[in-house]
């Protein structure tokens, strides 16, 4: 059973950098991509990146890059976003996601975990 | 960036009626690379429908997944108390991936 299990909920002053954990346990860590999605208060769904842990590789939503940071770390099987510059529209409940697949293309969102509440406020 | 729009944005139907949810991309999305999520308040969404039309263990087989290219279809045949919720049409074809906007289902 996999089951994707997050750290808490932040408050952030802006301009500082947030970093979410995501954990993963069952299935084989290395074999699906997982990517961060976030959703503003009473909002949709927005992409933020993900990585393939396989290769190493990562891949930014133009909105987000030069801000952004996913990494990895197998031997927690642990998946990391960290976001900085933080701004008041940066508030959003932070969801990590599995997808079915290695790679981002040809591959659903299976898996999800509870979701970060990070709030940006002075 | 594909933009996927969602309509309507709000659906008024009682139990036992049947819903059908619109998703239309803004240019084609190959090998229908498209998923439906179903999301209720202060919960994760839940994948239902991926590749279009192929439903997700444990998904009840009253929800179906329709389209192809730019127009894509979720219907749900019988609404059932727990089906009333928001849901998202999402393209994972090509990056960035992106959602549609939601259809909130509610009960008339």
């Known amino acids: 059973q996999v089951q994707l299990m997050q750290s808490g909920a932040e408050v952030k002053k802006p301009g500082s950098s947030v970093k979410v954990s995501c954990k993963a346990s069952g299935g084989i860590f290395r074999s699906n991509a997982i990517s961060w999605v976030r959703q503003a208060p009473g909002q949709g769904l927005e992409w933020v990146g993900g990585?393939?842990?396989?290769?190493?590789?990562?891949n930014y939503a133009q909105k987000f890059q030069g801000r952004v940071t996913i990494s990895a770390d197998e031997s927690t099987r642990t998946v990391f976003m960290e976001l900085t510059s933080l701004r008041s529209d940066d508030t959003a409940v932070y969801f990590c996601?599995?997808?079915?697949?290695?790679?981002?293309?040809?591959?659903?969102?299976?898996?999800w975990g509870q979701g970060t509440l990070v709030t940006v406020s002075s | 960036e594909t933009v996927l729009t969602q309509s309507p944005g709000t659906l008024s139907l009682s139990p036992g009626e049947r819903a059908t949810l619109s998703c239309r991309a803004s240019?084609?999305?190959?090998?229908?690379?498209l998923a439906w999520y179903q999301q209720k308040p202060g919960q994760a969404p839940r994948l239902l429908i991926f590749d279009a039309s192929s439903r997700a263990t444990g998904i009840p087989d009253r929800f179906s997944g329709s389209g192809s290219g730019t127009d894509f279809t979720l219907t749900i045949s019988r609404l059932e108390p727990e089906d009333f919720a928001v849901y998202y049409c999402q393209q994972y074809d090509t990056s960035p991936l992106t959602f549609g906007g939601g259809t909130k289902v509610e009960i008339k």
């Open positions: 996601a599995r997808q079915s697949g290695y790679h981002y293309r040809g591959s659903s969102f299976d898996y």
């Open positions: 990585i393939i842990a396989i290769f190493g590789t990562v």
């Open positions: 240019q084609s999305v190959s090998s229908s690379y």
